[in-house]
Every structure is written in structure tokens, then in C-alpha cells.
């Protein structure tokens, strides 16, 4: 069976959900490791000059 090209990248729901958790100060560095993968595979939406 051949491998998919598809990139994963992470809903813009839980990206947010993600992004909360990182800033909440009370959330375990396990769930901070987890919110960071989800936030490194969302694409970027800054816009490049």
C-alpha cells in the first residue's frame, strides 16, 4: 500500500484550544508539549512583506 503525500495540519479550532493552553499558567508542561506540536503544524497566518 503506498503512502499518503497529505500534510497534517491542526483544525482552527484546536489551534485555539492549543494556544490556550499555552498561555494558561496553571497547565502541566506535558499538555504545553502537546499544545506546541498541535500550534507547529498549523500554517502560518502571518502575512510575508
Known sequence: MAK?????VTSARAAT???KTMRD?????TSKT??????????STRKRK
Open 4 to 8: 499518503s503525500n497529505r500534510s497534517k
Open 17 to 19: 484550544a492549543a494556544s
Open 25 to 29: 499558567k496553571r497547565t502541566s508542561s
Open 34 to 43: 502537546a499544545a506546541g506540536s498541535a500550534l507547529s503544524q498549523r500554517p
